[in-house]
């Protein structure tokens, strides 16, 4: 069984600041992965990042980066100089084994301040 | 590349009627998803399709909810009869390996 949970269930920044949000997970999974998707008020779920539990390096996409540490099971989202557009839902999810299927987490509600 | 296709994006019916959402997954990803998301909360898998084949549904409501996808492809998801608690926004993904991109979802509400 997996589990994701996300502690902060709202997040304010101002624009042009960093942020980080939290996610941490069980699994019993040796082989898993890590993800983090944007959902906007328009309702679709849009792929931000993945970590593959094996990835000696943190990974990043552009402004997003994952801090991944193993040992403490988390597996936090950080987005640099914060945007308008970044405003959104965003949520863990993780997959294991051989099944691809999503887990989520509740979700962090981000607003970015002008 | 094409994304993922759902439609109807927004349907409105009353408890008790049936409903039908159909996606077309992104040309040759092998699994299929159907997520449930009730407002507030994470998604949460339905079903899983490996081509047109079943892997995981242990968490479809059979006694009301079905799936099927012919040939591989597209997909269909039924609710009959609705009941108010199936009101969600109800999504399709596609995958070829671990990173699933979802589609635009279709929004029911049962009154």
Redesign the interface.
């Known amino acids: 069984a997996q589990k994701?949970t996300q502690t902060q269930p709202g997040m304010f920044v101002q624009e042009k600041e960093a942020v980080t949000l939290d996610c941490t997970y069980d699994t019993s999974d040796q082989s898993y992965?890590l993800?983090w998707?944007k959902q906007p008020s328009?309702?679709?779920?849009?792929?931000l990042i993945?970590q593959g539990s094996y990835d000696e390096q943190n990974a990043t996409e552009g402004r997003y980066s994952l801090n991944f540490q193993k040992a403490r099971k988390s597996a936090n989202l950080v987005i640099s100089a914060s945007q308008l557009g970044d405003s959104a839902m965003y949520?863990c999810?993780i997959?294991g084994g051989s099944?691809?299927?999503?887990?989520?987490?509740?979700?962090t509600l981000l607003t970015v301040n002008p | 590349e094409a994304g993922v296709a759902q439609s109807p994006r927004y349907k409105i019916i009353e408890k008790r009627q049936s409903v039908a959402f159909w996606c077309n997954p992104i040309s040759g990803h092998a699994?299929l998803?159907w997520?449930q998301q009730i407002l507030?909360?994470?998604?949460?898998?339905l079903i899983?399709f490996q081509n047109n084949g079943v892997?995981?549904d242990s968490q479809l409501p059979k006694d009301r909810f079905s799936a099927e996808r012919l040939k591989g492809v597209d997909s269909t998801l039924k609710i009959q009869p609705a009941k108010l608690e199936d009101s969600a926004?109800y999504?399709c993904?596609s995958?070829l390996?671990?990173?699933?991109?979802?589609?635009?979802?279709t929004?029911l509400t049962v009154t």
């Open positions: 994701i992965g993800f998707y328009s309702g679709e779920m849009i792929f993945y949520f999810a997959v099944n691809y299927k999503l887990t989520f987490g509740k979700g | 699994t998803y997520y507030g909360q994470g998604p949460k898998l899983q892997v995981d926004v999504l993904a995958s390996g671990p990173r699933s991109v979802f589609g635009p979802g929004r």
